[in-house]
């Protein structure tokens, strides 16, 4: 634990100016990111007697190593690099919201030619509308059908697209009139785009055009005695207001805005938020936060706002936001709003009427939210506890083991060896610190001296950086935690525990590494599969868990990941070299030129019979190229023709596939 008074800034050092602060810990990882108006009176407040300071912000100041500070123009400066910085860093002690859920969104892909609509999830892509978020993903499904009847945009996936293309005719949907089918060009990609902004324009609350467009049309059909036309128009008028249904009106005025409300108690807090668009909830969301720090109801919306629209843009960001408490200032925030969307923006906290009615539903919802997140986490946390304490009293350790590193390998047959590096902190998986090794220093089969080389260039690379800076920290070759940014990356910290997949063995090797590096303050375990028994260095016999003990099941959980995690690599690894072809041996070709050669000639077969002046006539391929191609040709071996099992008949390779694919579908490795 570390005396604020070490670190605190000489008085006349901190600017009273707005800008934005970092703490850092003996590693030098960011732990705390914050803005303030004048850096001199925030900084002053953290350097008080500890028995004043607020409980959480007492573990930061004692956590942290050091303060340094940006000194920004404005406020609104200072909230955009807040922002960048929490990003960037993670810091541990800021205010992160966690979604309960992965949300799915409605998606028109609109930067593609013929756009697709589809539902999606995860980081939002540049050119994609979006739509919710819903809270289930067949709400989404339910709509679209509705919609497709009236706006037949297409759905299908790129492969079904393309092969429908490629045989001339449509999917079911094109039959049935849900899709306007531009693989078979019924419709030019102008009029299914005009179709697909249609849709957009329908989602996004411009409904009454298309409901009165449409009713005009039918009275025309009528009126002309079309009464087949008139009921196909009367049934999509239906669909439509279906649609609209399953959206209630929840503000008459067709209002744009983002409702947000927050459920706290002294250890947690819970946002949820209601996007309303054309008076209509379009959809919602719900975040968790632990407060590590010690903020407001005002700070924990300031948060959420940054969270929410740090990635937004234009109409993404809605004209009108309502919020239970406003920032402390809060024009920054709103000023920062406005800039986002690029028209004014109304930050404000609702007082009367439907929007105050709204809000306490809003609220409501994000109590119960608080909740039900306490009711699943309450045994969380004290399992994960138990287990740890578990795991330290049987390895006789020192303290519980907060960070645990799992190494595994795998391989096929003494094939594309590899090994994983998996990482657990607090008894959950960290997967940003995931890590992959290939084994370089032998080949063939010996699961003990992989795990030793392994054990030996992870730890290698971190005391590297420690005898260069004098800190524990890792190296900017392998990607650490550097003086100049603080942002964590591979190997970082040390762990108190590693555990390897595999019995005594195993274990000698790890340890005997650490020795040979002059690592003596790391524990090692290992957890062999057969009887679960936990192997750990220089004993004769296995310390063993009770089966039902929580430790055990840690462990064993943190050694299937590390296995997983392996077999996830070896297994690509193992694809990429059986798809490999004699173009891959061809340097400088890469992925475009063989794709261009594989598109000019339509099949592998092809273009190994070509001459080199017709391998002359592709876009971007030179005679010197063309040579060594057909020279990489030359030097493999002949292809086997592809037979069908059932009838023995043998399939010419005519269709159009990649080069690799060829060669894997023959059967023949090259």
């Not at 910085?85 to 810091?91: A, G, S």
């Not at 261009?596 to 391998?615: Q, W």
Request: charged letters at 30%.
């Amino acid at each position: 634990m570390a005396d604020p008074s070490s670190y605190r800034p000489k008085p006349g050092q901190i600017p009273d100016s707005p800008g934005v602060y970092k703490f850092r810990d003996e590693y030098r990882r960011v732990i705390y990111v914050g803005k303030a108006k004048s850096l001199r009176q925030r900084l002053a407040s953290y350097f008080q007697d500890l028995a004043n300071l607020h409980p959480r912000t007492r573990t930061m100041v004692t956590t942290a190593a050091s303060v340094e500070w940006t000194v920004v123009s404005t406020e609104v400066e200072a909230l955009q690099l807040e922002y960048s910085w929490i990003k960037e860093y993670d810091p541990r002690f800021n205010v992160k919201y966690r979604d309960d859920k992965s949300y799915p969104y409605l998606a028109v892909t609109m930067n593609e030619e013929f756009p697709r609509v589809q539902v999606m999830r995860g980081h939002k892509r540049k050119g994609v509308r979006y739509f919710g978020p819903y809270g289930h993903a067949w709400a989404i499904r339910d709509t679209v059908d509705l919609l497709l009847r009236v706006f037949p945009v297409r759905t299908c996936s790129a492969g079904v697209f393309k092969n429908a293309a490629r045989t001339g005719r449509p999917c079911l949907l094109g039959y049935i009139g849900k899709c306007s089918a531009p693989c078979v060009s019924r419709v030019s990609a102008e009029e299914h785009r005009e179709l697909a902004e249609e849709f957009c324009d329908f989602m996004a609350g411009r409904t009454g055009t298309y409901i009165r467009r449409l009713e005009q049309g039918m009275r025309e059909a009528a009126e002309e005695m079309e009464y087949e036309r008139a009921a196909r128009l009367r049934d999509d008028i239906e669909a439509l207001r279906k649609a609209m249904e399953k959206n209630a009106v929840v503000l008459a005025d067709a209002t744009d805005a983002d409702l947000i409300a927050v459920a706290e108690d002294e250890l947690e807090a819970a946002v949820q938020i209601f996007h309303v668009r054309g008076g209509r909830v379009r959809g919602q969301r719900g975040w968790v936060t632990d407060k590590v720090e010690a903020v407001t109801t005002g700070d924990l919306v300031e948060h959420a706002l940054q969270q929410l629209y740090g990635e937004e843009s234009g109409d993404s960001v809605p004209k009108e936001v309502l919020v239970p408490a406003l920032p402390d200032p809060a024009e920054p925030v709103q000023e920062w709003l406005t800039g986002r969307r690029g028209s004014h923006v109304s930050l404000r906290i609702p007082q009367r009427g439907d929007k105050k009615a709204l809000m306490e539903t809003v609220a409501r919802n994000a109590q119960q939210s608080l909740v039900l997140h306490k009711t699943r986490r309450a045994s969380d946390l004290t399992t994960r506890s138990r287990a740890l304490e578990e795991i330290a009293a049987a390895l006789d350790l020192d303290s519980a083991p907060l960070r645990i590193e799992c190494y595994d390998i795998s391989h096929l047959q003494g094939d594309d060896v590899v090994a994983s590096m998996v990482v657990f902190e607090d008894g959950l998986a960290r997967k940003s610190e995931y890590r992959r090794f290939q084994i370089k220093g032998f080949e063939g089969q010996d699961d003990v001296r992989s795990m030793h080389e392994v054990i030996t260039r992870r730890f290698k690379r971190y005391l590297a950086e420690q005898e260069k800076t004098g800190e524990w920290a890792g190296d900017d070759g392998a990607g650490g935690l550097t003086d100049d940014d603080g942002k964590p990356r591979r190997f970082a910290y040390p762990p108190q525990l590693v555990v390897v997949d595999g019995g005594q063995p195993q274990v000698a090797a790890a340890h005997r590494a650490l020795d040979e590096l002059g690592i003596d303050d790391i524990a090692v375990c290992g957890l062999a599969k057969r009887l679960e028994e936990v192997w750990v260095p220089d004993e004769d016999d296995p310390v063993v868990l009770p089966r039902s003990s929580e430790g055990l099941y840690l462990l064993q959980r943190v050694r299937d990941e590390a296995h997983r995690f392996a077999i996830t690599y070896q297994r690509s690894k193992r694809a990429k070299r059986f798809r490999a072809g004699p173009l891959d041996d061809v340097p400088g070709l890469g992925e475009t030129r063989k794709q261009a050669l594989i598109k000019h000639f339509g099949s592998v077969k092809k273009l190994r019979s070509a001459t080199i002046d017709e391998i002359c006539e592709v876009p971007g391929i030179g005679r010197k190229t063309a040579e060594t191609i057909a020279a990489a040709f030359a030097r493999a071996a002949p292809a086997a023709p592809a037979v069908n099992t059932a009838t023995g008949e043998i399939i010419e390779d005519e269709e159009p596939v990649s080069a690799g694919a060829s060669d894997q579908r023959r059967g023949q490795e090259p």
